[in-house]
């Protein structure tokens, strides 16, 4: 079975610049998340869908970021415009609703704004 | 608030020997999950261990087990005849419910473990 899929792995991108994440999530799993990874720390969610419902994006910086899952698969994560506290890992990651809701993780994309 | 404390910023531990990796939890939830992530240098959280509030065991996967005391709120987890593959960072997680719904992890600060041959 094919684990989450991210891309692209490494990004470096100026500030004030747009940047895009994609991830494809394990098949059949409808939720999907996002979470910032910044140095040295844990990560922290970002936003989580149900299907093609954002359910909690309490923590999304709305003013900047943006985040879809159109059909309730794939997603997108933006920033526009990127600044220098952005730098960081964006993971992904996906779960099946059961007693466990395992989250399982993509391999990440680190985003270094200059 | 919800929180999870891992104190051993780093450790080290002779291959083939078994490890300890501390992590401590706070919650007024009755009802929560724990879990385990390990991270290797290519960034990637693989999953590793569940332990539920309710169960009655203690959770194993192969080498891994969790030593869950409930009373003191902690959540070890125990890696028994180490590798040289398990150098990585190792996250302590728990899951959170949001607006009445379960599932936002909140994670600890890590642990760099080095398994050394």
């Known amino acids: 079975e094919a684990g989450v899929v991210q891309s692209p792995r490494y990004k470096i991108i100026e500030k004030k610049q747009p940047v895009a994440f994609w991830c494809n999530p394990i098949?059949?799993?409808?939720?999907l998340y996002w979470y910032r990874q910044n140095l040295g720390q844990g990560p922290e969610l970002l936003i989580r869908?149900?299907?093609?419902?954002?359910?909690?994006d309490s923590q999304l910086p709305k003013d900047r970021f943006s985040a879809e899952r159109l059909k309730g698969v794939d997603s997108t994560l933006k920033i526009q415009p990127a600044e220098l506290g952005d730098s960081a890992v964006y993971l992904c990651?996906?779960?099946?609703?059961?007693?466990?809701?395992?989250?399982?993780f993509g391999p990440g994309t680190r985003l270094l704004v200059l | 608030a919800q929180k999870i404390t891992q104190t051993q910023p780093g450790m080290f531990v002779q291959e083939k020997e078994a490890v300890t990796l501390d992590c401590t939890y706070d919650t007024s939830d009755p009802s929560y999950g724990l879990f385990w992530y390990k991270q290797p240098s290519s960034g990637e959280m693989i999953f590793l261990i569940y332990q539920g509030s309710y169960d009655q065991q203690n959770a194993t996967e192969g080498r891994y087990s969790l030593n869950f005391q409930k009373a003191r709120k902690s959540a070890n987890l125990v890696i028994s005849a180490s590798q040289l593959g398990d150098s990585a960072m190792y996250f302590c997680?728990?899951?959170?419910?949001?607006?009445?719904?379960?599932?936002?992890?909140?994670f600890g600060t890590g642990t760099l473990l080095a398994v050394q041959p």
């Open positions: 990651a996906s779960s099946f609703i059961d007693r466990r809701e395992t989250q399982y």
């Open positions: 997680a728990m899951r959170e419910r949001t607006r009445g719904a379960t599932n936002k992890l909140i």
């Open positions: 869908y149900e299907n093609e419902e954002a359910v909690d």
């Open positions: 098949s059949g799993h409808n939720t």
